[in-house]
Nanobody
Framework: VQLQASGGGLVQAGGSLRLSCVASGQTFSTYAMGWFRQAPGKEREFVAAISGRGGWTDYAASVKGRFTISRDNAKSTVYLQMNSLKPVGTAVYYC???????????????WGQGTHVTVSS
């Protein structure tokens, strides 16, 4: 599985961005998908996850209520709608695919290249 993330950019605090991640292959719906982020000098952290058919979602406490993860299996694409962005959200955002739904990094076997999000104050 190859993943291509896009949609990052520069946004002011309080603004919104929507990230997209397109997957190759024909078995997209069998994979749980996750979004993670890594700020400069920090470890990669969980942001959101969605099960293969989209029936289950999970969010980090820091983004719950502001971010929404969704997927379109017909388009082999997962999205992350980010609202009310904060400067602490500045990071490289990565999409990931794996056989098990959840927040743990080790659940995910395939990773995209990352897309930069910068939130200015």
């Amino acid at each position: 599985v190859q993943l291509q993330a896009s949609g990052g950019g520069l946004v002011q605090a309080g603004g919104s961005l929507r990230l997209s991640c397109v997957a190759s292959g024909q078995t997209f719906s069998t994979y749980a998908m996750g979004w993670f982020r890594q700020a400069p000098g920090k470890e990669r952290e969980f942001v959101a996850a969605i099960s293969g058919r989209g029936g289950w979602t999970d969010y980090a406490a820091s983004v719950k209520g502001r971010f929404t993860i969704s997927r379109d299996n017909a388009k082999s694409t997962v999205y992350l709608q980010m609202n009310s962005l904060k400067p602490v959200g500045t990071a490289v955002y990565y999409c990931a695919a794996g056989p098990r739904y959840g927040s743990a990094i080790y659940n995910y076997e395939y990773w995209g290249q990352g897309t930069h999000v910068t939130v200015s104050s």
